[in-house]
Nanobody
Framework: QVQLVESGGGLVQSGGSLRLSCAAS????????IGWFRQAPGKEREGVSC????????EYIDSVKGRFAISRDNARNTVYLQMNSLKPEDTAVYYC???????????????????WGQGTQVTVSS
């Protein structure tokens, strides 16, 4: 089964930073656009950021622009999400997934993404 693995979550104080990693062991991520999503308790899963297959195009939701940065290291087969100036409202389980409909990000509908990992918990205390 093709699946991604997220890591790097944890507990951090407001204003702190974390770097999440998204890795794949059975296929090459450089063939895909990769999205980061998050899901807080009682809320729907929402797209946070996306990077295209080459890494030349990145997209973010408004609430994280200027604070989060997505990047990829295709040699390491890993995609990262650097999260700075974290806020309590960033608390959620973070997931990565491959875009199965486009090499560019395009639609952020969860139905256009696959190979979801198990997620990594990010908790930001106030």
């Amino acid at each position: 089964q093709v699946q991604l693995v997220e890591s790097g979550g944890g507990l951090v104080q407001s204003g702190g930073s974390l770097r999440l990693s998204c890795a794949a062991s059975r296929f090459n991520l450089d063939h895909y656009a990769i999205g980061w999503f998050r899901q807080a308790p009682g809320k729907e899963r929402e797209g946070v950021s996306c990077i295209n297959d080459s890494g030349g195009v990145t997209e973010y939701i408004d609430s994280v622009k200027g604070r989060f940065a997505i990047s990829r290291d295709n040699a390491r087969n890993t995609v990262y999400l650097q999260m700075n100036s974290l806020k309590p409202e960033d608390t959620a389980v973070y997931y990565c997934a491959i875009h199965i409909a486009s090499l560019n990000c395009g639609s952020w509908s969860t139905t256009d993404f696959g190979a979801w990992g198990q997620g990594t918990q990010v908790t930001v205390s106030s």
